[in-house]
């Protein structure tokens, strides 16, 4: 990567835009699309290029219509 190039990613329960070089122009954003259109915008500005990093897929059920429920018993 380039300085200046930004990168759009999850941190946190939030999304990060962090600029390559110059980590004090990084802003953290409650959604997406907000970072994505703040990073687009900052690269655009600066002649940059944007990526964005997708959150990792995780094997981790939160679907609770598929738990299966225990038996509670005596």
């Known amino acids: 990567m380039s ?5 759009t990613r999850p ?3 939030q999304w990060v835009n962090e600029v390559e070089g110059a980590p004090h122009l990084s802003r953290n954003f409650l959604d997406k699309e907000d970072a994505v259109e703040a990073a687009r915008q900052f ?3 600066h002649h940059t290029r944007h990526q964005i990093e997708e959150p990792e897929a995780t094997e981790v059920n939160t679907d609770p219509a598929t738990h ?3 038996d509670s018993g005596p």
Not at 3 to 7: L, P
């Open 43 to 45: 690269a655009v500005t």
């Open 11 to 13: 941190q946190n329960g």
């Open 68 to 70: 299966q429920r225990r």
């Open 3 to 7: 300085a200046f190039d930004v990168t």
